[in-house]
């Protein structure tokens, strides 16, 4: 059975730039936390400060989630997603670049 967590790109105010769901029994805290870095450093990818506060120091947090159920985490993620696009789309892209 998969061990799900969650790992977060933060700034210091906890604004989540990137959020990634991983099985631990499939990859290390180290594995994802390089495909962050690889996703801040291609140009083009995403912008490498947060988008709210206009922060550059930014870390990763790690967490258990819920659930070990694929279905159950991917319900619980979207939801987040879909109440952080509202945010977005309120905030407008006044913080872009």
């Known amino acids: 059975m998969p061990k799900l967590w969650l ?32 996703m801040l450093t291609m140009v083009g990818i995403m912008n490498p400060w947060c988008g709210i506060c206009r922060s550059r120091t930014l870390h990763v947090e790690h967490g258990k989630l819920a659930t070990d159920d694929w279905d159950e985490a991917n319900a619980i993620l979207r939801e987040a997603e879909q109440a952080n696009l509202a945010t977005r789309a309120i905030l407008g892209d006044q913080n872009r670049n």
């Open 7 to 38: 790992a977060q790109l933060l700034c210091p105010q906890r604004h989540c730039i990137l959020g990634l769901a991983y099985d631990l029994e499939e990859h290390t805290p180290a594995d994802i936390e390089e495909r962050f870095t690889l």
